[in-house]
């Protein structure tokens, strides 16, 4: 009688159990835990979308406003011994020499070109130095390939050059190799890399762009004339007398002619003064130190109107200075084209959110109409209205009102960019607004009125608070839209009426300047955000809406 009683008091003391015999809260945590998975299993497409399409393209923008590889990456050997220049005179003949070779293959990879171009943003110039050095340094290199093959014939020798420098296992399979097969990876010979460091070198720079990029056996192919730039070097300050390898008496051959007196040679230095004078002055190895770093700030000064040199942080002279003017320009015209659509879209969003249903569906068909029609359409069709010759300006003069020689320029300015926008950003500001005013409803104003107000004090105290939030949310719509607007302007706005848009586009369809792009598109972005995060602190965000 005891035990029947005590055991099911004891069942009632422990855990809650679900269905399946698992403790409830277990069971309601799984429960919860998938729901989770499958909600985010459901927009896991938009997320990735949104990532791939936006967060990751502004990702990349804000890195390539800082980012400055291409020096560095470009000229590795350079750049590492300008960090110990101190800028004063020319660097020393070993920062010549590692440029030679920097370049000899930088040259050759199709690189140097790009580099120029980076470096002509700061320095006008470097873009033609560079692609006429990498014409020229095969001249320094054949001064000493030319004298080696008339001493040999082998030196001039791919296989020669194959036997010397590679090890036999690594000769026994590229000599077995075939067209088509995966190429044996380079091997340095034992001891090649102490007898012989720059030859070795180079000659491993050499070995692996032909094997990656032409795709070619060694055993035919001619070593680059840098090559042999690098030979003449190492037995110019070696002792090859110990060397008993592969092609000794041609190694020690060389070695005797370079000795002599007979043997021509140069130093880098001169060699690159013969390639153009610009080598031979400060300027562009003070240039390339001061943006060998990886990231820079060289962009973003640029986009204020202001650059980096040597000796600090410099204002541009005054005829270069366009950014902060076409920043201050979009500001402007961007609120000018705000504040004429809430005065012109105001109105008619009264009008829409009054008017009987019928009438109100049809004059919103009126203010839906543009959407409809091409942004390209319209802005040609305003350039073509507001032209001198225009139907604006015909029926000014037909009525009087202006003389035939003294036709309003209102085209190619400010002035077209203004009415050309805002008639394409009206409906972004009419739309809130009705959204908002719909929802007013008629009893509050209907009530003031029976309290004695007349139609402005219930206009002015009591309707227009109630649709402030519309106006907040069609300002905010049309500056966001205004400030990064570019086919209207471009086409109607000359010289004077261009945003900062324009010249983000130029840089990056035909300057190729991206890291100014990035730049300028940065501090727009960030312009932004501060604008919306005062609009927050003094209006209040939550104040906006949409209805």
């Known amino acids: 009688m005891t035990a029947s009683t005590t055991e099911p008091e004891k069942e009632a003391k422990g855990p809650m159990l679900a269905a399946d015999g698992m403790p409830l809260k277990k069971s309601l945590s799984r429960a919860l835990r998938v729901q989770k998975l499958r909600a985010l299993a459901l927009i896991a497409p938009l997320l990735i979308f949104v990532l791939v399409t936006f967060i990751a393209p502004i990702a990349d923008m804000l890195f390539r406003s800082v980012e400055n590889q291409i020096v560095s990456d470009t000229l590795p050997r350079t750049t590492r011994l300008l960090k110990e220049w101190d800028g004063e005179g020319l660097p020393s003949e070993q920062v010549y020499e590692a440029a030679f070779y920097d370049f000899f293959l930088a040259a050759e990879r199709k690189q140097h070109t790009r580099l120029g171009s980076r470096l002509n943003y700061e320095l006008t110039g470097a873009s033609s130095l560079f692609r006429k050095s990498g014409r020229g340094l095969s001249d320094l290199g054949e001064l000493y390939q030319d004298q080696f093959k008339d001493l040999d014939k082998n030196w001039d020798e791919a296989e020669t050059w194959a036997e010397l420098m590679g090890s ?44 990656r990029e032409d795709r070619k056996s060694l055993l035919k192919e001619e070593p680059w004339s840098a090559v042999h730039a690098a030979l003449y070097e190492d037995l110019a300050a070696g002792d090859l007398g110990s060397y008993a390898g592969p092609h000794s008496d041609m190694l020690i051959a060389a070695d005797k002619l370079v000795d002599s007196p007979e043997f ?41 109107d202001m650059k980096l040199t040597p000796d600090g942080i410099e204002k541009r002279p005054a005829n270069e200075r366009i950014y902060l003017t076409l920043f201050q320009r979009t500001l402007f015209m961007s609120f000018v084209i705000t504040l004429s659509c809430v005065l012109l879209g105001y109105p008619v969003a009264y009008i829409l959110s009054n008017l009987p249903s019928r009438k109100a569906n049809l004059l919103m068909i009126l203010v839906l109409l543009p959407f409809w029609t091409s942004l390209l359409v319209r802005t040609s069709a305003w350039k073509i209205m507001l032209q001198q010759q225009g139907v604006i300006n015909d029926v000014l003069v037909w009525v009087g009102l ?86 209207t302007p471009e086409i109607v706005g000359g010289t004077t009426g261009t945003f900062i848009s324009n010249r983000i586009a130029y840089h990056i369809s035909t300057s190729l300047n991206w890291g100014l792009a990035a730049a300028l598109g940065t501090i727009l972005l960030a312009v932004v955000l501060i604008l919306y995060w005062a609009y927050d602190r003094i209006v209040g965000i939550d104040n906006v809406k949409l209805g």
């Not at 021509?264 to 610009?278: C, L, R, V, Y």
């Open 402 to 487: 202006v003389a035939d020689d003294g036709r309003l320029t209102m085209i190619n300015n400010q002035f077209g960019t203004i009415v050309a926008m805002t008639h394409i950003l009206l409906p972004f500001m009419i739309l809130p607004m009705y959204s908002v005013m719909s929802t007013i409803p008629p009893s509050y104003v209907r009530a003031s009125k029976s309290l004695g107000a007349t139609n402005w004090t219930t206009f002015w105290r009591v309707y227009f608070p109630q649709s402030v939030p519309g106006i907040g949310a069609g300002s905010i719509l049309v500056f966001i839209l205004a400030i990064g607007y570019y086919i």
């Open 168 to 211: 036999e296992d690594w000769l026994e399979a590229e000599g077995a190799w075939k067209k088509g097969e995966r190429l044996p990876k380079f091997e340095l010979r034992e001891g090649m890399d102490t007898l012989l460091p720059r030859t070795a070198e180079e000659y491993e720079a050499f070995a692996t762009f032909t094997h």
């Open 264 to 304: 021509k040679s140069k130093t880098f230095t001169e060699g690159f003064a013969e390639i153009d004078k610009d080598w031979a002055k400060p300027e562009i190895w003070r240039t390339l130190k001061l943006y060998a770093p990886k990231y820079t700030s060289g962009y973003f000064l640029n986009s204020v």
